[in-house]
């Protein structure tokens, strides 16, 4: 199974602040790679997907990179609503596996 | 609007079975790849499984810790999802999310999810 790693676990960031997030596949996955948000007690909600195209109805401050191993998700000016955990999720092969969630939280 | 709408979950003892049910609506379902995608408590996001649609013969992908025990079926008829679980254990237990799939890759659309407690 391909592995993915996400770091930091968690952030503080302040309203308004940049935030990165990356994802560390363990072996190459071109550019099938997906990322997630999700809010407490709600569903996941599809964000970025061939490593970065943005999903219909996501804000611009949302962006993907990367490819092979190496991914990053980007949020250029962190609103109020984008507290929330964040997953990265491979779709190279079966099983399809997820990081382990990055939490950004209130500074 | 994109709906699925989960149903079936609830309390069951180890050893036992439940069945899911996913309905579906707001887009053609017989179209669509659809998969099943699990959360225990406070932790992350686990894949489950895989129907694939009429096209592609509805084969069928499972994770490992499910294989065997889970069955995931489809009826185009009624725009359902099911998710069949045998055997069950206390690891199961979770929030069992339906999610359509988008281009055979990614998790488009969710459900607001069923829970699933294994527990003696």
């Known amino acids: 199974d391909i592995q993915m790693t996400q770091s930091p676990s968690s952030v503080s960031a302040s309203v308004g602040d940049r935030v990165t997030i990356t994802c560390r596949a363990s072996q190459g996955i071109s550019s099938w790679l997906a990322w997630y948000q999700q809010k407490p007690g709600k569903a996941p909600n599809l964000l970025i997907y061939a490593a970065s195209s943005l999903q219909s109805g996501v804000p611009s401050r949302f962006s993907g990179s990367g490819s092979g191993t190496d991914f990053t998700l980007t949020i250029s000016s962190l609103q109020p609503e984008d507290f929330a955990t964040y997953y990265c999720?491979?779709?190279?092969?079966?099983?399809?596996?997820f990081g382990q969630g990055t939490k950004v939280e209130i500074k | 609007e994109v709906q699925l709408v989960e149903s079936g979950g609830g309390l069951v003892q180890p050893g036992g079975s439940l069945r899911l049910s996913c309905a579906a609506s707001g887009f053609t379902f017989s179209d669509h790849f659809m998969d099943w995608v699990r959360q225990a408590p406070g932790k992350g996001l686990e894949w489950v499984g895989r129907n694939r649609n009429k096209l592609n013969s509805y084969t069928t992908e499972y994770a490992a810790s499910v294989k065997g025990r889970f069955t995931i079926s489809r009826d185009d008829s009624k725009n359902s999802l099911y998710l069949q679980m045998n055997s069950l254990k206390t690891e199961d237990t979770a929030v069992y999310y339906c999610v359509r799939v988008r281009g055979a890759h990614y998790f488009e659309s969710w459900g607001q999810g069923t829970l699933v407690t294994v527990s003696s």
């Open positions: 999720q491979q779709a190279n092969s079966f099983p399809q596996t």
